[in-house]
Structure formats: C-alpha cells, structure tokens
C-alpha cells in the first residue's frame, strides 16, 4: 500500500544516532562518517518505489564526494521475505545498489526514532559537530517529483539539497513529502 512520508523531526534537530550492519560485514555508525553532509534514505529491496530510486541513490553517491548516502532497509524480514539481509547483499554485489553503505535495521528502532513512514523516504543530514552523533537534519524531503515508479523527474529536489548543504547554505525548501510503500512493521512497532 502507498502512503507518504510524514515529519517528525524538524531542520536543525540532532540526527538520532545508529549503529547498524551493513552488507560489506561491517558495522556502520553515523558518528563515524566523515562528510559534510549524510543522505539517509529508509528503503528496501521488494518495493516499486524504492527499486525505481536505486540509480537516482547510486547516482547521487557518484556525483558528490563529500557526501555518504546510506540506505537503511527496516523491513519485517520474516513477513517480507524479499527484504531479507541476504537479498541485500545480492543486490549490492550485482551493482543495483552501488551508493555508499546499504545498512539492515532488525530492530526498526532507527525507522522509528527518525520518523520513517514509507520507503523510499530520505533524510539529509548536515556535520554539525555538537550533537551525540555528529550531525543535525538538514533536510526532509522526496528525491525528485517522479511519486510514481513509472514517472520521469522535472524537478531534482534532493540534489538541490545536497547542493546547498554542501555549499555550506540552508536548505530553501519546505516539506516535500517522498511516497512509497509503508514501512513493514512487526507486531507492536513503532
């Protein structure tokens, strides 16, 4: 079922932290990137919508180097099979997923905390050095104005974002909401 993004957190607010596994083996935390500015996006492997968004993903970790885009897939497993760890790795190592760090939240508590509402459902994130994990929102908004997998961009918001962070500016867009699948939560999350 589609349905669309919704804020809970708010420009300037702390990122919540995370410390997660990613399909390379490692462990990734937010506090240890080194970049100007973190794209994370809640996505998963099974949804139309977060499949149409992979290039856009991989597109975007190509073209700024001072950006990490991070995808983070919370997806009950155990009711959506196709969201499996295993199946993230498949991907990544056929070159679908090609951004920075594809990273697996079992527990649905990163979603959570942040506010996660349907995948792909993306959050930029700005170092501010002060917060618990080194960086603040910056911006909450949809990748592009293609809401539907089949539809072409007109208009890069996501990448008008990055382009402003990273040039050390505020972000001048409201809330664009992202649509996509609901996020699959187990039983009594969030």
Not at 37 to 64: E, I, R
Not at 65 to 93: C, H, K, Q, W
Not at 152 to 176: I, N
């Amino acid at each position: 079922m589609a349905r669309e993004s919704t804020q809970r957190l708010a420009a300037g607010d702390d990122a919540p932290s995370f410390s997660l596994p990613g399909t390379d083996g490692e462990t990734h935390s937010l506090s240890a990137f080194d970049t100007t500015a973190v794209l994370v996006v809640f996505t998963c492997n099974h949804c139309p919508y977060a499949k149409a968004k992979f290039d856009v993903l991989n597109g975007l970790a190509d073209d700024f180097e001072d950006l990490t885009v991070v995808g983070i897939n919370p997806n009950d497993e155990a009711e959506y099979p196709d969201d499996s760890f295993e199946r993230m790795v498949e991907l990544v190592e056929s070159g679908d997923i090609d951004y920075d760090h594809y990273l697996r939240d079992e527990s649905q508590a990163v979603a959570a905390a942040y506010g996660a509402q349907c995948t792909p459902d993306p959050f930029l994130l700005r170092a501010d050095g002060e917060s618990e994990s080194g960086y603040e929102l910056a911006w909450q908004g949809r990748l592009d104005d293609a809401l539907n997998p089949d539809d072409e961009p007109t208009q890069h918001d996501m990448r008008e974002a990055v382009e402003s962070v990273l040039a050390g500016e505020e972000v001048e867009k409201e809330f664009l909401p992202s649509r996509g699948c609901s996020v699959k939560w187990k039983a009594g999350m969030p």
